[in-house]
């Protein structure tokens, strides 16, 4: 037999862990000979660690658009002179 693990996390005001630990024990149910659904505690996260978080697990930035810079002038170019058949 094999043991497979998956992680889903939820990010919310308010969740019924009860209730989703439900839906996902009945959603796997029938599948494998065994399964357990467990529920850990939630923790606040905090403006920067929602950010964090989006972006690494969902993928998705949360964090304010970036103000659009001026463009900068042109720098010279520097001309060589080429002497040629001296």
């Known amino acids: 037999m094999q043991k497979f693990t998956f992680t889903v996390e939820l990010v919310g ?19 494998t000979q065994y399964h357990a659904v467990d529920a850990a505690p939630a923790f606040p996260l905090s403006e ?8 690494r ?4 930035s949360l964090a304010a658009p ?6 900068k002038a042109p720098k010279a170019e520097a001309v060589s002179a ?5």
């Open 13 to 31: 005001e308010s969740v019924d862990i009860g209730t989703v630990a439900g839906i996902l024990s009945s959603a796997v149910d029938g599948i």
């Open 66 to 71: 970036k103000a659009v810079k001026a463009p």
């Open 48 to 55: 920067q660690g929602l950010k964090v978080w989006a972006k």
């Open 82 to 86: 080429v002497v040629v058949g001296g």
């Open 57 to 60: 697990k969902a993928g998705v």
